[in-house]
């Protein structure tokens, strides 16, 4: 069963750190970019960052360039993504998903391109 699991979430304070983690289980990531997405209470589904198969190719939204960081380990099965410097408006579910990936990104950033989801972690920014 193709398969992919978030972990890493949870409640911090403003200022620090997480690090999720997207485990594909069932297939490799080796032909997928991997993208993350959030959504914010009451809010739509955000694209916040993308990584193709070139792990030198990524794409980040403006409200966490600078902040937050994209990789991936294809022999571990697992993107990641390394959140810092985080603050109350970046709580939410964090999702990762993943799409079969030709060559250069076209629209990373819309969900009906990717193939397969997470179920989410959620990530709480309060003091």
């Known amino acids: 069963?193709?398969?992919?699991?978030?972990?890493?979430?949870?409640?911090?304070?403003p200022g620090g750190s997480l690090r999720l983690?997207?485990?594909?289980?069932?297939?490799?990531?080796?032909?997928?970019?991997?993208?993350w997405f959030r959504q914010a209470p009451g809010k739509g589904r955000e694209g916040i960052s993308c990584i193709n198969l070139d792990p030198y190719n990524t794409v980040y939204a403006d409200s966490v360039k600078g902040r937050f960081t994209i990789s991936r380990d294809n022999?571990?099965?697992?993107?990641?993504?390394?959140?810092n410097s985080l603050k109350p408006e970046?709580?939410?579910?964090?999702?990762c998903a993943v799409f079969r990936s030709f060559g250069a990104f076209t629209r990373p950033f819309e969900p009906r391109n990717y193939d397969y989801w997470g179920q989410g972690t959620q990530v709480t920014v309060s003091s």
């Not at 289980?25 to 993208?35: K, M, V």
């Not at 970046?90 to 999702?95: A, K, P």
């Open 75 to 83: 022999a571990k099965f697992t993107g990641y993504l390394q959140m």
């Open 21 to 35: 983690s997207c485990k594909a289980s069932g297939f490799s990531l080796d032909n997928y970019a991997i993208g």
């Open 1 to 13: 069963q193709l398969q992919l699991v978030e972990s890493g979430g949870g409640l911090v304070q």
């Open 90 to 95: 970046d709580t939410g579910v964090y999702y």
